[in-house]
């Protein structure tokens, strides 16, 4: 579990095909061990290896398929954060590292992104709701038919990659776990109103 407060801007130094898996190599001072989670971009990762200034990570083929992973490049920085622990100060909100989809930046105004997204995760989406863009814990200040609106303070662009994304570039977004839940649980409550509906006229 993290919480969309990236701690630091790490490097990737190499990336690896591994039969259908990929393997990446980042440079970072995070103090880590094998078997350890951290967010990547907002993808929860597990560390296979540690190195002097770093550690390595590998995907699995549907995290390739529903990230941006693919478009990574040596070189490029990325936002890591490490997973919450007992105790720890809780800011930013729940998120679990599970992306859901990518969006596109579709338009940068000064400090406002315009992101937009597949229609299908529009449910998800609320006015002053929170969501997770590669990994970083934001607030949306807008909805639009199939986009959404985030404002950022000069500290989150100068400290998350963020600062360095353009039009067009693609990000991982992860929904608020708390609006998954709810439409489980409205779908369930609709399944059932359905069932009883029926029953009670004989159909079933």
């Keep these: 579990m993290f919480t969309g407060i990236i701690k630091e801007l790490g490097k990737i130094k190499s990336l690896k095909k591994n039969g259908d898996k990929l393997v990446v190599s980042i440079k970072s ?52 954060e490490p997973p919450l622990k007992i105790g720890d100060k809780i800011n930013g909100h729940f998120v679990q590292g599970h992306i859901d989809t990518t969006g596109k930046i579709s338009k940068i105004e000064n400090d406002e992104f315009e992101i937009s997204f597949k229609k299908k995760y529009s449910k998800f989406i609320a006015l002053k709701g929170s969501i997770s863009v590669d990994g970083i814990s934001l607030t949306i200040s807008k909805v639009q038919k199939n986009s959404f609106t985030v404002s950022l303070i000069p500290h989150t662009l100068k400290n998350t990659t963020l600062g360095f994304k353009k039009v067009g570039d693609l990000v991982n977004i992860e929904v608020d776990m708390m609006s998954r839940y709810l439409k489980r649980l409205f779908d369930e409550r609709d399944k059932q109103t359905d069932y009883e509906f029926l029953k009670e006229r004989g159909f079933i």
Excluded: H, R
């Design 29 to 80: 001072d995070q103090k880590l061990a094998i078997d350890d989670s951290i967010s990547v971009n907002g993808v929860c990762s597990t560390v296979i290896k540690i190195e002097s200034k770093g550690f390595t990570v590998e995907y699995m083929p549907e995290s390739l398929k529903i990230t941006d992973i693919p478009k990574w490049k040596e070189g490029d920085k990325v936002n890591l």
